[in-house]
Nanobody
């Protein structure tokens, strides 16, 4: 059973920082992509940052220069360092990964349970 386990959300003042982590657990043969999406209140889910299957790193324009995605491939873990946070960054942040659970299987898409990030004074 594959799970994406997130941690690190919380309440922070504008200008502050948070670091989110996402660990893929369970039966994992390989990870083809891994990253973060967010869903602000009343809005649709949107890409924040991701390692793509082609080996690129993509960022949303709104977080470029403030957020940094990194990963520990040995631990199947991705991180999102968020600096200079703004109230408009408030959202539920979801980890996302396309991965292959077993050799010979096709990739499947998995989502974490989400972690709340609130930026407010």
């Amino acid at each position: 059973q594959v799970q994406l386990v997130e941690s690190g959300g919380g309440l922070v003042q504008p200008g502050g920082s948070l670091n989110l982590s996402c660990e893929a657990t369970g039966s994992i043969w390989s990870i083809t992509s891994m990253g973060w999406y967010r869903q602000p209140p009343g809005k649709e889910r949107e890409l924040v940052a991701t390692f793509t299957s082609g080996g690129r790193v993509d960022y949303a324009d709104s977080v470029q220069g403030r957020f940094t995605i990194s990963r520990d491939t040995a631990e199947n873990t991705a991180y999102l360092q968020m600096n200079s946070l703004k109230p408009e960054d408030s959202a539920i942040y979801y980890c996302n990964s396309d991965l292959i659970p077993r050799a010979g299987w096709l990739p499947s898409t998995y989502w974490g349970q989400g972690t709340q990030v609130t930026v407010s004074s």
